[in-house]
Every structure is written in C-alpha cells, then in structure tokens.
C-alpha cells in the first residue's frame, strides 16, 4: 500500500476545544447536505432515468420474446402449484412430524421445568433497564465517558495536520502532539474528494449555525486536485460533510441551471476552474482568504459570506504559493510557475504591482518574520533567494537578491522560518534531506542535515507556540510524520545556545517523535535508492 503526505500545518495552543463534539445528523444537517450536493444528486438521478430508459426500450424491442417466456414461466408455475396442492400429508415418511398440528402451541406441555432454581414461581423482568430501580448507571454511560476521556485535547496539546494519500484514498489526519509526553498519535481524520494539495488552519467559525460570526473557532480549509475549496470544523468528530465549500460546488442553485452541461475550464471571477496550489489566511482581517490555482489566477475569499469577493491576474502561469505580510495586512505575495514573485496590495487590483524574478520555477515564498522589507523565494533548482521589498526591480530580469543559497541539489519542496528564534530555518527537498540553517549578517550557514527517513520531503514546519519553537513537523512520500525536536542536537546547541534553556545537564539524547505505522510496500523501490545513495543515520554540521 503506497502512501504520501502532500504538506501539513500546525494548529497553535488554546484554539482546540478540550473535548471535541461528535458529529450530531439531524434534519436541519440533512437539510444543508441536501443542499450542497443538489447537482449530485440531479446528476445521479438523470443517469438513473437514462439506463432505465434504455433497458425499457431493449424490453420493448424484445417483447414478444419476453411475452412467449413469461407465458412458458406461467405455465410452469401453475404445474408446480398443482403439484403442491397434490402434496399427501398422510404419507407414512410424512406422519411422523405431525406437520397439520407443527405451529399450534403447546398447553399442557409433559417434562420438567426448565427454571434455573426449581422452586421459583417466576423471575421479574423489566423491559428496559431504566425502569429496573437495582440498575442504577444508565446504557451506555461508561462508553460516553470512556470516548470523551479519549477525545481529550490538553491546553497544552499541538494539533497538527496532515494531509495524506493511501493508494487512491485521500484524507486529512488530525494529530494530537504531546510535548511533555513525547507523544503523537491520530486523534481523528476527515475524509476527502481529491488529492489534497495545501491546508490552511482557520480562526474563524464558517457557516456554523449558533455562533458567532468573529467568534474564536478551529476550522481548516483544504485545497485539493478539485476547483473547489472545503471548509471543515476541527472541533467536529466523524463530519460526513464539510461545513463550506468555495466554488462553484457550493453554490448548487447556481449549477442546477448548468445541469446537462460541462463545468466551464475558462479561468473566472466567481471560482477556480482548476487544482488549487496555495492557501493563505489573513490574520488581521480574519474573514479573509486568499487561494491560488492552476488556473492562473489569485482569489480572495469572504469567509462570512463563502463568496468570492475578487479575482486576480497577476501571472501567466500556475500561481503555486501565497503569503501575507505581517504589517501591512493587504499586501499579498505570490510566486508562481512563471518564475515571477509578485507583491500586490489587494485593495489596488489595476495598480501595477512590483515583481522579481528567479532562474526556475517558484515553490514557496515567506516572508521575513522578523524584518518585513524581506521576503524569501525557494525554486525548483534548489535555491533560496533573499529579497528586499525596497528595491523591486523594473523588470523581472533585473532582479538582484541580497543574497541567494543552494541549499540542495534537487527542488526545494519546502522551507519554513522560525517565528520566535531570529536566523533560524529549515528546508526539505526530494533528495529526502532535511538541513537547518543560522543566518547571520553574512550570510546563511548551515547546522546540521539530516535524513529522517521520510522519503521525499514535502512538508517542513516549526510549531507556532514559543515553548515548542524548536520543534519540527517533518513529512514525506512515505506517509509518516515525525516531530523533530531539533534542540536536542547538538549541532543547533551550539547555534543557538543563547536561545536553550540550560536546565539539562550531562549529555543530552535526540528526540525524534513519530507514530507506529504499519509495515507496507509503499515505495519500496525508493528504499533501495535510498541505500544506494544515502545514510540514513547521516550528519553534516558545521
């Protein structure tokens, strides 16, 4: 069984619910499932209609023969019938069984008792255990608080989500992450439609019946192979939908009157029309949410309304990454396959917006958390590039990057910087390498490179909260996640030993927490490229 996690994301402290509810169906949640997949269920029933029509026209055309049989069946079922009739019931092998008198009840039945205790008139039995008074804790009880013990989620607990693909079944794992305890395990998963492709963590409820509106809530939206984007509620158990869809699927009155029709692959301003690569929520502005897409353009999302507030054509290729600025809140970065980085204002969608360029493809942009006139740009070529904002280029060739670092020999899949230690980065690649990195005013140096034994990396992620800040959630193409906790090198030690406490003493032992997986053939030959090629055990420092 081959499986793969495509990317992932943390949820930070406090936003998880301690005990999350179960998934309640009622009428009015049936109501809004109808709703949602009206088209479906149109389409479904046409085509239901369409083969019974034609099954009745290939009836029709072969009704006599149908005719001649069902007359022969006729004939045969009244001989049979007749021969039931004929049935002797005083034949000698029948008597023995008294088959006239075999349902009648028997009054006056001959033997003993079958009472556990002979001399016991009768044992009092109550229909349902609530009315029995010696039966004191109701059904089911024990269950419920077995179940709620074990959907527990701690304050101080990570939520930590991957979006995963086991052979042709797509869904997203929610894990539990215990620091103290050294402890990661699935507390539940959602399934999904496609192959996911980017997940975005949520603050704010959507399309949540009882609450409001700017309320503290812990969803999530996931962008797939589909046009669509779902909206899903953590804090629900075992969902069968999501709570909203942006796009065209989400809007069933509108796709009712396309029935019959093919969806539309002309890019648009009311959804996408293809895969959707990035996702980005704007903290600030927490009804916000920007989506990039295959289609080539960029959109921007009113989560209140589950609209499409504006659309964006900034690039001539697939737009693959997004990323808000931390100060000013409007102000969106996107990199894209055109091997352009834009940074747009989105209140100014006709102004023309500064752009870099790069020798490859884009995979992912960030900007600086600690400086906001920088950001930085990971290719396919495995390079960093690290820009000013302050000196965009007049045109995309003329770009000249403060400094620029090839960090790997293969793609640079991933990249993530620290929010809370100043110089400290990681990146993944397909050359199944994790490295981190001090950089310093002259420069980025690598720590330490490590293989994790992950596959191929394509997720690199440092928990959001300040007491878990070294920790790393790394993922890959064989399915497993792993939380490094990169402050037990002791390459990074040394680093950054201003920012380790120093309460440990002697030697101190590398922690590296994962979850048990099953033994499967998933990329078996990936393994032995993998031997050939690379220690597992491997580690460079400086």
């Known amino acids: 069984m081959s499986s793969m996690v495509t990317t992932s994301a943390w949820v930070p402290r406090g936003f998880a619910a301690p005990f999350p509810a179960k998934y309640d169906f009622d009428e009015s949640e049936f109501d809004r499932i109808a709703s949602l997949a009206q088209l479906r269920l149109d389409d479904a029933n046409e085509e239901l209609e369409e083969a019974q029509e034609e099954e009745n026209g290939v009836d029709h ?100 989500l991957a979006a995963k693909v086991e052979d042709e079944l797509a869904h997203l794992e929610v894990y539990v992450y215990e620091d103290e305890a050294d402890n990661l395990y699935v507390h539940h998963d959602i399934m999904l439609p496609a192959i996911p492709l980017c997940v975005e963590w949520l603050d704010l409820p959507v399309s949540k019946n009882n609450v409001e509106k700017d309320s503290v809530a812990n969803f999530v939206a996931i962008g797939s192979m589909d046009p669509d984007i779902e909206v899903w509620d953590l804090d629900t158990v075992d969902c069968m939908y999501p709570n909203a869809i942006l796009g065209q699927g989400g809007n069933p009155q509108e796709e009712g009157k396309k029935k019959k029709k093919k969806k539309s692959k002309k890019a648009n301003d009311d959804y996408h029309v293809d895969a959707v690569l990035s996702l980005a929520a704007n903290r600030k502005h927490r009804n916000l949410l920007a989506s990039a897409s295959a289609d080539k353009t960029v959109k921007l999302w009113d989560l209140h309304t589950t609209k499409c507030a504006k659309s964006y054509s900034y690039h001539t290729d697939k737009v693959c990454s997004l990323a808000w600025h931390s100060v000013e809140s409007t102000v969106l970065l996107s990199g894209s396959y055109d091997r352009t980085i834009v940074a747009a204002d989105m209140r100014a969608p006709e102004a023309n917006a500064p752009r870099w360029g790069v020798e490859s493809d884009v995979e992912n942009v960030r900007w600086d958390p600690h400086d906001p006139n920088f950001f930085y740009v990971s290719t396919e070529n495995g390079i960093i590039h ?130 048990e997986e099953d033994q499967s053939s998933s990329d078996e030959d990936e393994d032995e490229e993998e031997g050939e090629n690379d220690d597992p055990e491997s580690m460079d420092e400086d």
């Open 61 to 160: 055309a072969n009704g006599t023969s149908k005719e001649k049989s069902s007359s022969g069946s006729g004939a045969k079922t009244t001989t049979q019938d007749d021969e039931a009739e004929d049935v002797d019931l005083d034949d000698d092998d029948l008597k023995k069984y008294d088959l006239e008198h075999y349902d009648d009840d028997e009054e006056d039945a001959e033997g003993q008792r079958m009472d556990m205790f002979g001399n016991i008139g009768s044992l009092a039995y109550y229909e349902s255990n609530k009315e029995d008074p010696y039966i004191t804790i109701p059904d089911g009880e024990d269950d419920e608080d077995e179940d709620r013990e074990e959907l527990q989620i701690l304050a101080t607990d990570n939520l930590l």
């Open 386 to 515: 690290y820009h000013d904002i302050r000196n965009a280029p007049p045109n995309p060739s003329a770009s000249k990057p403060v400094w620029t670092l090839q960090a790997h020999d293969e793609s640079l899949s991933s990249f993530d910087i620290n929010q809370h230690i100043p110089g400290y980065m990681a990146t993944g690649s397909t050359d199944r390498t994790v490295k981190l990195w001090n950089i310093q005013p002259t420069g980025p140096a690598m720590v330490v490179a490590r293989n994790l034994d992950v596959g191929k990396v394509f997720s690199t992620n440092f928990a959001p909260d300040a007491e878990v800040a070294f920790r790393l959630a790394v993922a890959g193409s064989k399915g497993t996640m792993h939380v490094w906790d990169t402050s037990t090198n002791a390459a990074v030690r040394q680093a950054f030993a201003h920012k380790i406490s120093n309460n440990t003493e002697g030697e101190v032992q590398e922690r590296l927490i994962g979850v």
